[in-house]
């Protein structure tokens, strides 16, 4: 039971690039998460998903598209990367919130650097 | 959701209990405490939750006061390996959670 996989680990890119962060989880959560941490700061919420097929904004959404077209898998994709989205990216997954409020539990990040 | 105020740092001796508090007087009645912690490069840890009563786990135990304008997060007995950052959240979801700057607990030996 591996709980929430991000992928790659480490990536530099040039400004301008693309790239797209992958994350899996293999808890058959519903919710899924992405989120950003800049240095000496918490989390920040960039987009969600509530189910296969649907997401929704957090609140750092520009510069950033997600999309969830498996259950187990929320990718986040950056069309034209910017210094200013250097930043250590964590994905999280939980099931659903409800009357339960199940914990989120997150992945390990992928740190991200634009030259 | 409701604003928290944690301090920004704190120490504790290694086997000693760690009492870290949270302040959340804005907190309204279906709003959730909830416990996280950050080691180092590492993605944040869920420790517990709870709504009014106190609550405790394998980790760590949750003390909720009466009016929950206020909760203290207790490890019994603290090893090194509880230096981390320790983030109280208050929420009326758990798919709404808000991190702040949290506590930076070191754990001395």
């Known amino acids: 039971n591996a709980g929430v996989t991000q992928t790659p680990k480490f990536r530099v890119l040039k400004t301008g690039q693309s790239m797209t962060l992958l994350c899996a989880q293999d808890?058959?959560?519903?919710?899924m998460y992405w989120y950003r941490q800049d240095p000496g700061m918490g989390l920040r919420l960039i987009h969600y998903?509530?189910?296969?097929?649907?997401?929704a904004k957090g609140e750092v959404p520009d510069g950033y598209n997600v999309s969830r077209l498996k259950k187990q898998n929320f990718l986040l994709g950056l069309e034209s990367a910017a210094p200013s989205q250097t930043s250590v990216y964590f994905c999280?997954?939980?099931?659903?919130?409800?009357?339960?409020?199940?914990?989120?539990?997150f992945g390990d990040g992928t740190r991200l650097s634009i030259l | 959701d409701a604003k928290t105020t944690q301090p920004t740092s704190m120490d504790c001796a290694e086997g000693r209990a760690a009492n870290l508090p949270c302040n959340h007087s804005?907190?309204?009645?279906?709003?959730?405490v909830y416990w996280y912690r950050q080691i180092h490069s590492q993605g944040p840890q869920y420790i517990i939750h709870?709504?009014?009563n106190n609550e405790t786990n394998e980790m760590a135990s949750l003390i909720i006061t009466e009016d929950r304008k206020s909760s203290t997060l207790i490890l019994p007995h603290a090893t090194l390996r509880d230096t981390a950052v320790y983030y109280c959240?208050?929420?009326?979801?758990?798919?709404?959670?808000?991190f702040g700057s949290g506590t930076q607990l070191t754990v001395l030996p």
């Open positions: 999280a997954s939980s099931y659903s919130g409800g009357v339960r409020n199940q914990p989120q539990h």
């Open positions: 808890m058959n959560h519903e919710y």
């Open positions: 998903s509530v189910g296969e097929g649907t997401t």
């Open positions: 804005t907190i309204s009645g279906n709003e959730y």
């Open positions: 709870g709504l009014k």
């Open positions: 959240i208050v929420s009326g979801s758990a798919r709404q959670l808000t």
